[in-house]
């Protein structure tokens, strides 16, 4: 499996923008389809956004779409979540998963389409 560690995570005002990273570890990154989660106390992890291994094709939650970007760097074996036009309500815990199967497609909005998780970073959207 493959390691992760997120970073860029920290305070913002709300209309602001922050990119966190999630880098990885090994030589097999562009094997592996990426995703963002995120989760706040009490309530259940839910995607945000997840992109193909070689960067072709993204997906993102309703709630995202047209103010998150995700990208990856098979290069730096790194995958970026650029959040632009925050709001209070994007304030969470930010996870980036790993996936390495060949039926990901159908779950790639599920935590079980999934095989690996970084520790998460702290995004807080002030208002």
């Known amino acids: 499996q493959v390691q992760l560690v997120e970073s860029g995570g920290g305070l913002v005002q709300a209309g602001g923008s922050l990119r966190i990273s999630c880098a990885a570890s090994g030589r097999t990154f562009s094997r592996y389809v990426m995703g963002w989660f995120r989760q706040t106390p009490g309530k259940e992890r839910e995607f945000v956004a997840a992109i193909t291994r070689s960067g072709g094709n993204t997906y993102y939650a309703d709630s995202v779409k047209g103010r998150l970007t995700i990208s990856r760097d098979n290069a730096k074996n790194t995958v970026y979540l650029q959040m632009s036009s925050l709001k209070p309500e994007d304030t969470a815990s930010y996870y980036c998963?790993?996936?390495?199967?060949?039926?990901?497609?159908?779950?790639?909005?599920?935590?079980?389409?999934?095989?690996?998780w970084g520790q998460g970073t702290q995004v807080t959207v002030s208002s």
């Open positions: 998963a790993a996936a390495n199967r060949d039926n990901w497609y159908s779950s790639r909005a599920l935590e079980r389409g999934y095989d690996s």
